[in-house]
């Protein structure tokens, strides 16, 4: 079975303080990794995956997220936060070895504010 | 760019009512997938289809159906709408990695 953590129910930062919102994970093989975004009353918005390679991901907006196998963690970040990056955040995983499940499986979600 | 379409973004239905949700997506995914999302509770998977009159429960599907007549069209079937079904429900594609989701459909069941 696979699952997602999400800690924090809500992260207030102030602008132009950096932000990091927690993920941790859970697949009985290797996962991929992705954070989604969602705005009031929209769907859920692409921000960023981890495949293979690289341990830090870069994504839309100038977020990027680090993963860490040996936490089982990737957690989303962006050095300097706006206004407009307040919205509701999921993190999801899926096992690489998954052939039948085929979903993403997602967070609780974080609601992130971004204070003036 | 992946387009995902969803028939209605507002429904208002009354208990007991068949309501039929729809979903088209334009780039030829053989997955497809229905969510429900609740405060709290993230998205939680209904069903999903991973072929033409292919179809698989998800993690909470009692009290829904789903048809794939077409490969880009996936429908999700509330046969006797209840107020514990108040929701809303986003429905998703996938390529080989990401998962495309569309802007979503708020149901609310009086």
């Known amino acids: 079975a696979q699952s997602v953590a999400q800690p924090e129910d809500q992260v207030n930062v102030a602008e132009g303080n950096p932000l990091t919102v927690k993920c941790t994970y859970s697949?009985?093989?290797?996962?991929?990794l992705f954070w989604y975004v969602q705005y009031p009353n929209r769907g859920l918005q692409f921000l960023l995956k981890?495949?293979?390679?690289?341990?830090l991901v870069k994504g839309s907006y100038g977020f990027e997220a680090e993963f860490n196998k040996s936490q089982t963690s990737f957690h989303l970040k962006k050095p300097s936060a706006l206004v407009s990056d307040s919205a509701l955040y999921f993190c999801a995983v899926r096992d690489k070895m998954d052939t039948g499940r085929r979903a993403l499986t997602f967070g609780s979600g974080t609601r992130l504010q971004v204070q003036p | 760019d992946v387009k995902v379409t969803q028939s209605s973004r507002y429904l208002v239905k009354r208990t007991g009512e068949k309501v039929f949700l729809e979903c088209v997506q334009d780039m030829d995914h053989e997955n497809m997938f229905w969510y429900r999302q609740d405060p709290g509770l993230g998205l939680r998977l209904i069903y999903f289809?991973?072929?033409?009159?292919?179809?698989e429960k998800g993690d909470i599907p009692e009290g829904y159906s789903v048809s794939r007549e077409k490969k880009e069209r996936f429908s999700l079937i509330l046969e006797s709408a209840s107020t514990n079904q108040t929701s809303m429900y986003l429905c998703?594609?996938?390529?080989?990695?990401?998962?495309?989701f569309g802007p979503g459909t708020r149901l609310t069941v009086t």
């Open positions: 697949v009985s093989g290797n996962p991929y």
């Open positions: 289809s991973y072929d033409v009159k292919m179809k």
């Open positions: 998703a594609s996938r390529d080989r990695y990401e998962q495309y």
């Open positions: 981890y495949i293979t390679g690289d341990n």
